[in-house]
């Protein structure tokens, strides 16, 4: 029993089974406490409301594979809003080459990240929080006061609805869907994405191996950035402004969507679903305080703080346990290649 | 010209020549910059001294950050952390009108410093003994640090009407300085007396440059790093103090916000390397007050507080890549290359 | 036609103020399993590091097969066929095994990696070496000894001719490095030429047909093993003849160590760093912990300064039970310690002398006890006069200095605490022969003058042999032998390092 509850310990998605169980205890009170609670479009409301951060979290959760980190997510999903906001209201720039200038933007901001850290050897905590001010900086020279999108085309997007019977997504719901599929896919099933864990857990090792690891990390930070600015336009798109404080440590929030998802700050260790659902729990978490009415919005920054650190803890722990396992499941491995049968 | 050459390569350098740029610029272009006057009632009055009670609160920040950034370490979280510490000290003695402060004023600002070294130790347990990274750490505290003012201060901006307490940031009678660059001069002498009457110095330095030759040597690395934390907290909480008394409010949104840039910015521009090691007080203490010379200049050019940090990223960009081992060691390649191929223009000619 | 399948020729390589090779040779057959042998310093791993393209080699020629080749990354020597397997395994803990032999070139189908294949194959090859684990779990749930295979199977995959192996058994028992073996011996008889570094002379004798010894980066020889009895091979390793021993006779003034026991060890170990050591250390005396590298000698050390936990047998310090817990523990019972690893562990390079004399003491004492400058000032000067320190002033950094300055400024760390046990892991190490002597004298002298004992390491069994009054020697990590008193000397010492067979 005991060797059992170790394995499932060990498992490298035990973390995964303990994010989605918090997400259904959480999802069932609300059902028990909250009448409202039970109405499906409630739970698409999470993937409607949270679209930004889903995409913002996948683009971390890069990054912390390769035990890297960006903090400058947030400052660049402002940024985005406000230069997209800026584009349609103040030049006559048709929509889809203002979409296509601002992604190209953050994407390029995070390859320029990527290549200092990368090239210069700096740790990448200095100079992403760099990038964070300034791009605060530079939202705030553009405009210092909020901007409201009109363009028609945007404003109908925003309020499209995709109907499911039983409720509707928004397109920048459907978006952070598609960034999840595509991401894991690119983690699991490509050689740059198998290259980022093996960077991961041994940078060294990752070298030695013949494995591109200045090119995978410069195209991590680009990555990030992407998805920063991908982020930006669903954040946009809910908000339909350009706005200064947009964004305002959302870097925090897509750091503990991830760790809660399993992701390891020590890099090696990532799992794109498990973000998904630690985004979702924070997700949840907001829509109590909004149910509950009279527990002030700042409580969601410290459940989310202590969440993250709770999970941190959690982790340290589990990777003392599994140091503790190997030594014993060395045996199990011998065992296991037991005497040479002859063929 | 000798004295000349050694001060070039000392700590000092880059700060000291960067605030003599910056007030040489503003000497220049702002009237009456360097003028001091003295008022009827024995004050001294002037731009400079502006320049240098503003930098007070960043002063004592980078003290704290320098020790923090020795040990290879960071706290983002410090202008949070002023944040908490301006809640609670505006909380404690509340925002009556009739300006009768609800708890003593000394009480309240001893409880609003423990509340800092509190914060600062909760830092420290997270980076010493769970040995979660220093940003992810100070991170938490950075944002949800926030939040807990704001709770504390349930959202509102708490404006103080009890009179003493302006003095924290303003001039006492018969004083011809403001109050907050005596606590400043307090808290780097205190700073100094750590390091001749305590081995802290020498411990951190150890900490920093060389982990394991530390621990080898008998010292006890977690307490140090868990210390150097709290003292951070430390500082950031008087820091507080002062930053409500300059406004006589807590604003949770705004109190500290984006200092622990400046810090980190005033820490590096003193020559401590940002990779941990050798660690220069006076560098620091320099470069706080030029950091808050360029923000003064930035204002002074017509630039908005919130469009103040894209000077300043850059400025730790650059900082980072003069830092840089691997970009020095590019720059003597270069060097070296663009000398062989002078020598060898050189031997060329001579055919 | 030779028919060797690696030559290396006149091989050459320099670093700045160390001659590391010059004109070595070396020769490889297919088919044949090859042992590099030498003690430290003696270029081994230099040679590996040419020929596997991570140094550049400043002359000499490689040819494979014939045909030169001068590879220039780890990367290119892969590609000519050239795979290393290093001691501490180069793979990552946090990718499954598959994953780990296929990294890089993972089998694809339609543009994504097909894991099934990948497995698949994995599984093959691994059963190919005789191993049949399960592939899909991540490495780290594998002990060293099952990595190490996995990281085999990764090279022989990348079509290997010839594969290296650097220590691969340092860390395995006995079943395990049995199956190591026989997975070397298997790859042998499909033709693969494999070059085996290790320091274990039974694991050499019974897997190797041929061995090149080298000693302070030239060459030896190059000898059959079985016409090599073991004797000669470590004679040639450290430079001396058989039954030369006279050299004892200069050796002067030892210790007199006295009747009192200051530190008592019964069968101390700790899993996976040491199986099991005795030893009595009396006051004032010099005592060797010998053995060749890996044996255990700077583990045992560890054990002593509470680095490392013991989770078997008892200590006695002054004949009380003392359980060692961290080195200031050990400090309080009066325990100073120089580790191997100079730069690593010992000195805090940006720091000045005096900082790094005082460190120590300043520990002892704690924060808040800071001991004046001019106190300070005066240890320093004290230290450096007594040591005869090469400084240009006690300010000077430590890191500008010499490594045998350095190393005197790490002994002085520990004298200014004033140790009754002071233990000196390879304090010769990499430092110029009359500094050397300095330091086995300074050894002796404390342990006469002071009355302080002192645990002597180090890979130069002359300078056991000279400093010694008792030496404990280990192999394979536990306690084989001990001698004392006239049974000391080089060639007893070689016999005992050696074994029953020699």
């Not at chain 1, 990527?114 to 740790?123: A, E, N, V």
């Not at chain 1, 680009?222 to 350009?242: K, P, Q, W």
């Not at chain 2, 420290?124 to 990274?133: S, T, Y």
Request: charged content about 15%; some cysteine; proline content about 3%.
């Amino acid at each position: 029993m005991k060797r059992y509850l170790n394995r499932l310990i060990a498992s490298p998605y035990f973390s995964f089974f303990v994010t989605v169980l918090l997400f259904l205890a959480l999802y069932g009170v609300g059902m028990a406490m909250y009448k409202g609670f039970m109405r499906p479009q409630v739970f698409f409301n999470l993937f409607i409301d949270n679209a930004a951060l889903i995409i913002v979290t996948v683009g971390i959760t890069f990054t912390l594979i390769i035990a890297g980190i960006d903090l400058s997510v947030g400052a660049v999903l402002a940024l985005v809003c406000m230069v997209l906001a800026w584009l349609l209201e103040n030049t006559g720039m048709p929509l889809p080459v203002a979409v296509g200038l601002v992604l190209f933007m953050g994407t390029a901001f995070g390859a320029v990240q990527g290549f200092i850290i990368t090239k210069f050897d700096l740790q990448p905590f200095i100079i992403t929080l760099a990038g964070m001010f300034f791009c605060r900086g530079l939202t705030a020279v553009i405009s210092r006061d909020t901007i409201i999108i009109t363009n028609p085309t945007w404003v109908a997007i925003a309020s499209y609805r995709i109907d499911l019977g039983i409720g509707f997504l928004s397109v920048g719901a459907i978006v952070a869907l598609l960034t999840i599929v595509v991401s894991a896919a690119l983690l699991g099933f490509t050689r740059f994405g198998r290259t980022l864990f093996a960077i991961g857990g041994s940078e060294s090792s990752a070298a030695l191996m013949g494995l591109p690891v200045f090119r995978s990390k410069v195209l991590v930070y680009t990555v990030a950035g992407f998805c920063s600015s991908l982020g930006g336009l669903a954040y946009s798109l809910t908000m339909l402004t350009g706005y200064n404080l947009h964004g305002l440590g959302m870097e925090m929030d897509a750091i503990a969507s991830s760790v809660i998802g399993g992701t390891l700050l020590t890099g090696g260790v990532g799992f794109i679903p498990g973000a998904l659902v630690g985004v979702l729990i924070q997700g949840v978490i907001l829509t109590f305080i909004s149910f509950q009415g009279t527990l002030s919005a700042w409580w969601t920054k410290i459940v989310v703080g202590a969440l993250l650190c709770v999970f941190i803890i959690m982790q340290a722990f589990i990777t003392e346990q599994k140091g503790k396992l190997s030594s014993e499941s060395s045996m199990e491995g011998n065992e296991a290649a037991g005497p040479p049968e002859k063929p | 010209m000798k004295s000349l050459k050694r001060f070039a390569g000392s700590s000092l350098f880059l700060p000291v020549v960067s605030l003599l740029v910056l007030l040489l610029f503003n000497a220049c272009f702002v009237d009456g910059f360097l003028s001091l006057q003295v008022t009827e009632d024995g004050r001294l009055y002037g731009r400079l001294i502006d320049i240098l009670t503003r930098s007070s609160s960043l002063i004592i920040l980078a003290l704290g950050m320098t020790f923090v950034i020795a040990t290879s370490g960071i706290d983002i979280s410090v202008g949070a952390v002023v944040a908490i510490s301006a809640a609670v000290v505006c909380m404690l003695i509340g925002g009556r009108g009739d300006g009768v402060a609800e708890t003593p004023m000394a009480l309240a600002m001893l409880a609003s410093v423990c509340v800092g070294i509190l914060c600062g130790a909760w830092n420290g347990l997270l980076v010493a003994k769970f040995k979660i990274q220093a940003v992810v750490a100070t991170l938490i505290l950075m944002t949800a640090g926030r939040g807990v003012a704001q709770l504390l201060t349930e959202g509102q901006i708490i404006t103080v009407y009890y009179k003493p307490f302006a003095y924290i940031s303003g001039v006492l009678p018969g004083m011809p300085l403001p109050t907050n660059l005596f606590i400043a001069l307090l808290m780097v002498l205190l700073v100094v007396f750590l390091m001749k009457r305590t081995s802290i110095g020498l411990f951190v330095q150890s900490v920093g440059i060389n982990p394991t030759a530390a621990r080898f040597a008998g010292i006890n690395v977690t307490l140090v790093l868990f210390l150097v934390y709290a003292f951070s907290g430390f500082c950031a909480g008087v820091s507080g103090l002062i930053e409500s008394s300059l406004i006589r409010a807590a604003d949770a949104n705004n109190a500290g916000l984006n200092m622990e840039m400046d810090a980190i910015l005033a820490v590096a521009l003193g020559g401590t390397l940002l990779s941990g090691g050798k660690f220069y007080v006076g560098g620091s203490v320099i470069g706080a007050v030029t950091i808050q010379t360029l923000t003064t200049t930035m204002y002074a050019l017509g630039v908005s507080a919130d469009q103040l940090p894209v000077v300043k990223a850059i400025a730790v960009v650059v900082i980072c890549l003069i830092q840089s081992k691997k970009a020095q060691d590019m720059f003597d390649r270069f060097k070296a290359r663009r000398a062989k191929k002078h020598a060898g223009g050189k031997a060329v000619d001579a055919l | 036609m030779t028919g060797a399948l690696l030559e290396m020729r006149q091989i050459e390589k320099e670093f700045p103020g160390v001659r590391a090779l010059s004109g070595v040779d070396f020769t490889l057959n297919a088919g044949e399993i090859h042992s590099l042998m030498g003690e430290n310093g003696a270029g081994k791993s230099t040679l590996v590091k040419v020929l596997t393209g991570v140094y550049q080699k400043d002359g000499g020629t490689i040819r494979m097969n014939g045909r030169e080749i001068a590879p220039r990354t780890p990367k290119e020597a892969q590609e000519c066929g050239i795979s290393t397997v290093y001691q501490e395994v180069n793979l990552c803990p946090n990718l499954t095994v598959a994953e780990n032999i296929f990294i890089g070139r993972e089998p694809k189908r339609y543009g994504w990696i097909d894991w099934r294949a990948v497995n698949a194959r994995a599984q093959a090859l691994l059963e190919r070496l005789d191993v049949r684990i399960d592939v899909t779990r991540t490495l780290d749930h594998y002990s060293v000894a099952l990595q190490q295979m996995i990281a085999i199977a990764r090279a022989v995959d990348i079509e290997a001719k010839i594969l290296i192996l650097d220590e691969p058994t340092s860390s395995l028992d006995e079943q395990e490095t049995e199956r190591l073996f026989k997975i070397i011996r298997h790859l042998q008889k499909e033709g693969m030429g494999i070059i085996f570094i290790s320091h274990f002379l039974e694991q050499v004798y019974t897997l190797c047909d041929h061995v090149t010894i080298l000693r302070n980066g030239e060459l030896v020889g190059a000898y059959e093993t079985a016409r090599l009895p073991r004797l000669e091979l470590i004679a040639k390793m450290v430079g001396k003849e058989v039954g030369d021993v006279r050299t004892m006779g200069e050796a002067g003034e030892k210790s007199e160590p006295k009747e009192e026991v200051f530190l008592e060890a019964k069968a101390i170990g700790a899993t996976g760093v040491l199986e099991t050591v005795d030893m009595k250390i009396h006051k004032g005396e010099v005592i060797g912990i010998a053995g060749l590298l890996g044996s255990g000698r700077t583990e045992t050390a560890e054990l002593l300064f509470g680095i490392h936990a013991i989770d078997r047998g008892s200590l006695f310090v002054k004949g009380k039970p003392w359980h060692p817990d961290g080195p200031m523990a050990a400090m309080r019972q009066k325990i100073g310690f120089c580790p191997e690893d100079r730069k690593a562990a010992g000195i805090i390079g940006d720091l000045t002398v005096r900082e790094n004399i005082i460190l120590a003491m300043q520990a002892k004492e704690g924060i808040l006890r800071h001991i004046p400058y001019a106190e300070q000032a005066r240890i320093a000067d004290d230290c450096i006069k007594l040591l005869k320190i090469k400084v240009s002033g006690r300010d000077q950094l430590i890191k500008n200095l010499s490594g045998g300055n350095q190393q005197k400024v790490i002994i002085a760390r520990w004298l200014a605490t004033q140790p009754d046990l002071l233990i000196l892991d390879e304090p010769t190490r990499g430092i110029d022969v009359g500094t050397k002597a300095e330091i086995q004298k300074m050894a002796i002298a404390l342990a006469k003058k002071r009355g302080m004992s002192v645990v002597f390491i180090s890979s130069e069994m002359d300078e056991m042999v000279r400093t010694c009054t008792k030496l404990i020697v280990l192999r394979d990590r536990r306690k084989v032998a001990e001698l004392a008193g006239d049974a000391v000397s080089t060639d007893a010492l070689m016999k005992a390092i050696a074994g029953g067979a020699a």
